[in-house]
């Protein structure tokens, strides 16, 4: 591969690295991730377990709540339930499955 | 020079051959003038004819959009001018477009169904909802309030996206605070259930530690309590002699009657009692 002078290489930095600049192996994509993977054949195999799925709950339509909540309301104070007090929980109120 | 001479002694046609093109470069009178009674054109010939008629067979010669010279005389176009439609100036005569007032596409604006919304309408907002406030949602409300939120996060890109076609020069600030809200509600929402599973994974790890706890299903119960502790004392929750967190008894105050499994992450009370309603927009 050839390596450009010093000047122009101060001016390559600052540009985007395509794969005209890497190395082989280099891969740049899209931003949108693999949906599977080429064959040696030159197809393209999918994997549906890559593949995106969104899943949208039902009766969201009839759902009340927004994003937002009113300004007014003073956000309450507590803490995140650790492990402990997880598993003492489950013994106070289940303790079967 | 005696060699010329003896060579035009020996072959005469070949020395008639040269001595033409000198006599005439010397003395062109000296020359016999070529008369050709037939013109010199070879039987086949593959180049043109050089000599052009007077006007081509093109009916459209001088004919000039350029120039402007106009249509010739008797010539059609595909098009006639009579069959061009005119534009209707007035905006009440013109015919509505059809669309599908059911389409999907239409979440994408609001209720209204405007491109563009007033920067005031956009400002008026609440605030985000906090971590402390989505703990005590179930997951199909935090999965909602998810969906909820891409939705209007759309909405609000669809308006910026207008904005900055026409060039309106307002509102974008506006649409980057409420975005910026609904991000901080998103980012929340994956705080808590990022919770939940720490909670979940610690406490599995304390459950294989645990005598009391069989993780096993294919043997016995899954929670065999130690002897010694009365039917009383264990529905007051007093199985653990240590300190218990502080914040053991605000969260079980917060979920009774809400079963936690060790598969399940803990289902929170109904958003009607302990987290506050989320308000419309002021």
Redesign the interface.
């Known amino acids: 591969m050839f390596s450009p002078t010093l000047p122009l290489f101060r001016a390559l930095r600052r540009l985007a690295l395509t794969t005209k600049r890497a190395r082989k192996g280099y891969y740049k994509g899209n931003r949108t991730g693999s949906m599977g993977w080429h064959t040696k054949h030159g197809g393209y195999k999918l994997d549906f377990s890559k593949i995106r799925t969104y899943?949208?709950?039902e009766?969201?339509d009839s759902?009340?709540?927004?994003?937002?909540?009113?300004?007014r309301?003073e956000?309450?104070?507590?803490?995140?339930?650790?492990?402990?007090?997880?598993?003492?929980?489950?013994?106070?109120?289940?303790?079967?499955? | 020079m005696s060699t010329p001479c003896l060579a035009r002694r020996l072959c005469p046609r070949y020395c008639l051959q040269t001595a033409e093109p000198l006599f005439g470069f010397l003395a062109p009178s000296v020359l016999p003038k070529r008369v050709h009674s037939t013109p010199c054109i070879s039987r086949f010939s593959t180049s043109q004819n050089q000599s052009y008629p007077r006007r081509d067979r093109n009916a459209d010669r001088g004919v000039s959009a350029v120039r402007r010279t106009g249509l010739r005389p008797r010539q059609t176009l595909s098009v006639k001018k009579l069959d061009l439609p005119t534009p209707v100036l007035d905006p009440s005569k013109r015919s509505k477009v059809q669309v599908d007032e059911d389409h999907g596409l239409w979440q994408f604006f609001g209720t209204e169904r405007r491109a563009m919304a007033l920067p005031e309408e956009v400002g008026a907002h609440g605030r985000a909802w906090t971590v402390e406030e989505l703990r005590h949602k179930g997951w199909d409300d935090l999965h909602a309030l998810w969906w909820v939120c891409v939705k209007e996060r759309n909405r609000i890109k669809t308006q910026t996206y207008e904005l900055l076609r026409l060039e309106a020069g307002y509102g974008e600030y506006e649409a980057e605070e409420r975005d910026k809200t609904i991000r901080d509600t998103q980012r929340a929402i994956k705080a808590v259930l990022t919770e939940r599973w720490y909670a979940w994974e610690d406490a599995r790890r304390l459950a294989v530690d645990d005598p009391e706890v069989n993780l096993d299903p294919n043997e016995g119960p899954a929670y065999t309590p130690t002897v010694g502790y009365s039917e009383d004392e264990l529905a007051e929750g007093g199985v653990e002699d240590n300190a218990a967190p502080p914040e053991r008894g605000v969260k079980h105050a917060s979920a009774d009657g809400d079963s936690a499994r060790p598969g399940e992450l803990p289902r929170g009370t109904t958003p009607a009692q302990d987290a506050p309603r989320a308000a419309p927009a002021a």
């Open positions: 899943v949208v709950p009766g969201l759902f009340n709540l927004t994003p937002f909540v009113a300004k309301i956000p309450p104070k507590g803490m995140a339930m650790r492990g402990q007090s997880y598993l003492d929980k489950w013994k106070m109120e289940n303790g079967q499955g």
